[in-house]
């Protein structure tokens, strides 16, 4: 994918001013993509630490994913190096060795970030409603914001994931495509109260609910030009109503 050239205005921000904190943490099983179609088996990626303290590691990671996404976004991540990464961090680069091994360990944290941030709006939609149209409605809403407050991590994603290691690729592609799963169940679950949507395929639908909301990210030199809220509200409305599904009536 060509790269995303980003024109910023400082009188328009489509970020919102805060940003959760990111939590990096040791990967937990993902799914794998198995030789039958739609089967996922167990996999584990875990980034090695020389450091015992996880509260330690947890707190340098998040520095070390800030700093690599600020440089990636800047040079590129096949001219970043690690004394780059350590030095936009704060950190010498042989501190920068007990917390990841190399260079790739650092873009996949980032990108483990990102997807883990995914999976935690869906569970928080999950817990939060107990109605599938709400459910359905909730997690697009919270995926349309992470595009928006996460926007680097999304350009990032989807300009560098071909840098990563063919295991770590498939370790993170396997993990995009189960939360696109997710999504499917939700679809699914729908249909089974509220009836079928336009769409007969679940999985397709599910692909337009989690991919289409990532133009608010890479599409963000334009956009930016619009009112944030305003742009969001209108592509979900847009992706509900290609749907059939109603649009959520305002509050």
């Known amino acids: 994918m060509t790269r995303v050239s980003e024109r910023r205005s400082k009188s328009v921000q489509l970020v919102p001013a805060s940003r959760p904190k990111i939590r990096a943490k040791n990967h937990a099983p993902l799914a794998v993509k198995g030789s039958a179609a739609g089967e996922f088996s167990p996999m584990k990626r875990v980034v090695a630490a020389q450091v015992q303290s996880e509260k330690l590691v947890l707190d ?14 800047r040079q590129g991540f096949h001219t970043t190096t690690t004394a780059d990464i350590a030095h936009e961090a704060g950190l010498t680069q042989s501190n920068l060795y007990n917390y990841v091994k190399s260079k790739q360990d650092v873009l996949f944290l980032v990108c483990e970030h990102l997807v883990g941030t995914y999976d935690a709006l869906l569970d928080e939609a999950q817990e939060r409603y107990e109605d599938p149209y709400t459910r359905l409605v909730e997690a697009l809403k919270s995926v349309t914001g992470v595009m928006s407050t996460y926007r680097d991590e999304v350009q990032l994603l989807y300009n560098e994931t071909h840098a990563l290691e063919k295991r770590d690729r498939v370790v993170i592609l396997s993990s995009i495509s189960r939360f696109i799963g997710r999504f499917e169940t939700l679809v699914e679950n729908y249909e089974r109260e509220k009836g079928q949507i336009k769409l007969k395929d679940p999985r397709l639908a599910a692909n337009c609910l989690s991919f289409v909301p990532a133009m608010i990210a890479l599409r963000y030199w334009d956009l930016v030009l619009h009112n944030s809220e305003r742009a969001q509200d209108q592509i979900i409305r847009f992706i509900l109503r290609g749907l059939g599904i109603p649009e959520p009536t305002p509050e």
């Open 60 to 73: 340098r990671r998040e520095r070390i994913i800030r700093a690599a996404i600020t440089v990636f976004q």
